[in-house]
């Protein structure tokens, strides 16, 4: 139940950040989707670790990851945060889909063993 009350939040941040609304309710919501998205795919990544260091391990990635995209958006002379979220969410989302991809085919090989 806590999962899906934290994808909510994350999506209305999203949403909101999108949609470019005045709600003040958009910079906090936001904030968690920028911070939550990137560590809910790097968490996927890294699952060998005990929680407490892949919870630290995730959520330091996600900062490091937002702020890379910061700079390479400022450096290009191209920030906007719409596009930040947007990347935030391509590059979330591949990283991801990479882990299914490199989970399914591992449970493939497993089982043709």
Known sequence: ????????VAATGALLALLDSTSPLRGPCTLFFLLAAPAGALAAALRGLDPF???LAALAGAVVLDMLIAQGMLAVHRWSVRGGVIAV???SLLLLVSVLVK?????RKRTQE
């Open 1 to 8: 139940m806590l999962a899906g009350a934290a994808t909510a």
């Open 53 to 55: 260091g892949r919870t």
């Open 89 to 91: 969410t391509t590059l």
């Open 103 to 107: 989970e399914k085919a591992s449970s």
